[in-house]
């Protein structure tokens, strides 16, 4: 009995150890095609000055004050916690939390405007 359930554990763990890799492989990239890419850019585009707007309205400040407080999209940070605070210096003021929430709102619109564009550009 032992060396059944030896043998049931052994054969588990092997099949196991046999699926990781094919676990492990990475999604092929998505190659777009020019129309495709020239879709996405523009939504982005939109989307990006969409979000501008609605910020610079939100907090009282001017858009291209609201372009400098952006952290450049390669940097590893927390995009809304380095918006806040960059506007906030800039503005001299603390925004209230309406104003963060509202922000906040903002960027996840962003966010789902950008990845329906990506969908989208796919059907394309």
């Known amino acids: 009995m032992f060396r059944d359930l030896h043998r049931m554990l052994l054969g588990l763990g092997l099949a196991w150890a046999l699926t990781l890799p094919a676990a492990a492989q990475a999604p ?12 996405l850019k523009t939504e982005t585009k939109k989307a990006n000055e969409a ?7 939100t907090a009282g400040a001017s858009e291209p004050q609201v372009r400098r407080a952006l952290p450049d999209e390669k940097r590893i940070t927390d995009r809304m916690a380095r918006l806040v605070s960059a ?29 329906d564009a990506q969908t989208e550009a796919l059907r394309k």
């Open 51 to 57: 979000f501008i707007k609605q910020v610079a309205k």
């Open 28 to 39: 092929k990239p998505v190659v777009l095609t020019p129309v495709q890419a020239a879709y």
């Open 87 to 115: 506007l906030e210096q800039d503005l001299k003021r603390s925004l209230s939390e309406e104003e963060k929430a509202t922000i906040s709102a903002a960027e996840e619109a962003r966010k789902k405007s950008i990845n």
